[in-house]
């Protein structure tokens, strides 16, 4: 989909007086509050935790070289290691 030009008379870019007399969304009326929902609402996908993790810079370059959601694709191959663990585990285990 190509992009629309933007019509700059009628989006100006804003002055320094345009940010000085911007206020916070707080301070609309409720009823206009009212129709801008303050949460994305629930999650599609279970809530990840989010860590701290020192990665090998190859490791990640790699990763970034996909472009966005290069994190998710680290969780991806991270949750593969793990299930293929789990079923190991779970053929050596003897009644």
């Given at each position: 989909?190509p992009?629309?030009?933007?019509?700059?008379?009628?989006?100006?870019?804003?002055?320094?007086?345009?940010?000085a007399?911007?206020?916070?969304?707080?301070?609309l009326?409720?009823?206009?509050r009212a129709?801008?929902?303050?949460?994305?609402?629930?999650q599609?996908a279970p809530?990840k935790?989010?860590?701290?993790?020192?990665?090998?810079?190859?490791?990640?370059?790699?990763?970034?070289s996909?472009?966005?959601?290069w994190?998710?694709r680290?969780?991806?191959?991270?949750?593969?290691v793990a299930a293929?663990?789990d079923r190991?585990?779970?053929?050596?285990?003897?009644a």
């Amino acid at each position: 989909m190509p992009r629309r030009k933007i019509d700059r008379d009628e989006n100006p870019e804003w002055t320094r007086e345009d940010f000085a007399k911007a206020r916070p969304a707080s301070e609309l009326p409720a009823h206009i509050r009212a129709a801008f929902p303050k949460t994305r609402g629930p999650q599609k996908a279970p809530t990840k935790i989010p860590v701290s993790i020192r990665l090998s810079p190859e490791v990640l370059q790699h990763f970034k070289s996909g472009g966005p959601g290069w994190q998710g694709r680290i969780d991806e191959v991270l949750q593969k290691v793990a299930a293929n663990a789990d079923r190991r585990s779970k053929g050596r285990k003897t009644a």
